[in-house]
Each structure stands twice: as structure tokens, then as C-alpha cells.
Antibody, heavy 125, light 108 residues
């Protein structure tokens, strides 16, 4: 059974850098896109970005300038850094796996099937 | 930026059928996905590629797609189904993922 376990600092001051790491246990690490998603208090889900097995990244346009996702395949881990945080970045952050299936040259996501437990990050002065 | 539109709330009585819609201009060209979100828990994938159900998801959860709308149908609603439900899809250029605003399902 695949398990994602995440950790990182839960309290930040404005302008600091958010840093979270997600470790994958019990399944293959290579060959999957790995994602970060967040949910501000009382609001909906927001996709932050993803990294694939080749290290290629893709980010939500609203966060592209501040977000960096990296991978350490030797440890089956991937990480998120978000610079210059403000109170608007206060949220529960989740890591998630998003497998794809490919057929006849086209690949499609099978959705975010395994998630981390979530980490509440609060930005406050 | 691209948006997916869901009704804020849906209410049904136990045993009835709940339908939650999600509208977006790019949905005719991109698959829709559905998640159940309970307070304090990570989301759970209910439906992928419009109508596929992951293993372990009860058959009373189903999905469909028509034009610019995807729909999550919950047949024989139970009290335990009371939760927030989110749709997800890609923007028109397949550049990024988007979630709908969420629908709170209330079981009366």
C-alpha cells in the first residue's frame, strides 16, 4: 500500500520561505508525477504544481514565480519551496500522486489517487 | 484564469439521489475528476476520467460528462456521505490543473 508522509515548518513569518517534504513508501517512486495541493482555511482546494519522473515541473500560473518543486529520487522524496510567503499562503498543504495511463500516443491522468496527511502552515507576524 | 463552477450546496434526504454538477468551458476537451473531502482528512478520489471509479469506491458513486458539464451522482445517499465534493480538470491548453469551488452535500 502506497503511503505519503509529509513534514515541514508549520509557522512562518511574512516574507519567509515555506519548505515541505513528502516521502513515498510502499510503492514505486519513478514514473509518476508528484504534486502539491493546498486548502486555505474555509476555502477550496488549489493545485500548486507537479514534478514528473524526469524532473520536469509545471506550476499554477498564480504561484509560478514563487514555487519550486524538486525531487530526490534516491530517498523517494519530493519537496516544495514557496518564497516570500504572506498570510494568503496560510493553508493545509498536501502532497499527492497522480498516475497516468497512456494509449495510442496520448497520456491521461488517473487523478490524485494517494495523498499525504496534510500539513497546516500558518503565516503570521 | 480558468474556472470550474460548482453549486455551493446540495441537500438530499437519505436514500435519495444527489447530483453535483461542475461546469467549465474546456470540459468538452478534458476529463473531469471528483474528490470527497471530509473535515480534517485528505481528499479521496471518487471518479477519474469522467466516469471511472477507483477500486474500493462504492458503486453508488458515478460520474458522467456532457458538453461543458461533468456530473457526480450519488445514488442511495447515506448520512456518511455528508462532505464537501470537488471537481478537477485541466485548463484549455492543458497547462495546469484546476479545482472547482466545492459543493457541500447535506444529508437531511
Amino acid at each position: 500500500q502506497v503511503q505519503l508522509q509529509q513534514w515541514g515548518a508549520g509557522l512562518l513569518r511574512p516574507s519567509e520561505t515555506l519548505s515541505l517534504t513528502c516521502a513515498v513508501y510502499g510503492g514505486s517512486f519513478s514514473g509518476y508525477p508528484w504534486n502539491w495541493i493546498r486548502q486555505p482555511p474555509g476555502k477550496g482546494l488549489e493545485w500548486i504544481g507537479e514534478i514528473d519522473h524526469s524532473g520536469a515541473t509545471n506550476y499554477h500560473p498564480s504561484l509560478k514565480s514563487r514555487a519550486t518543486i524538486s525531487v530526490d529520487a534516491s530517498k523517494n522524496q519530493f519537496s516544495l519551496k514557496l518564497t516570500s510567503v504572506t498570510a494568503a499562503d496560510t493553508a493545509v498543504y498536501y502532497c499527492a500522486r497522480a498516475p497516468k495511463t497512456c494509449s495510442r500516443g496520448a497520456c491521461h491522468s488517473n487523478g490524485f489517487d494517494f495523498w499525504g496527511q496534510g500539513t497546516l502552515v500558518t503565516v503570521s507576524s | 484564469s480558468y474556472e470550474l463552477t460548482q453549486p455551493p450546496s446540495v441537500s438530499v434526504s437519505p436514500g435519495q439521489t444527489a447530483r453535483i454538477t461542475c461546469s467549465g468551458d474546456a470540459l468538452p476537451d478534458h476529463y473531469g475528476y471528483w474528490y470527497q473531502k471530509m473535515p480534517g482528512q485528505a481528499p479521496v478520489l471518487l471518479i477519474y476520467k469522467d466516469s471511472e471509479r477507483p477500486s474500493g469506491i462504492p458503486e453508488r458513486f458515478s460520474g458522467s460528462s456532457s458538453g461543458t458539464t461533468v456530473t457526480l451522482t450519488i445514488s442511495g445517499v447515506k448520512a456518511e456521505d455528508e462532505a464537501d465534493y470537488y471537481c478537477q480538470s485541466a485548463d484549455s491548453s492543458s497547462s495546469y490543473w484546476v479545482f472547482g469551488g466545492g459543493t457541500k452535500l447535506t444529508v437531511l
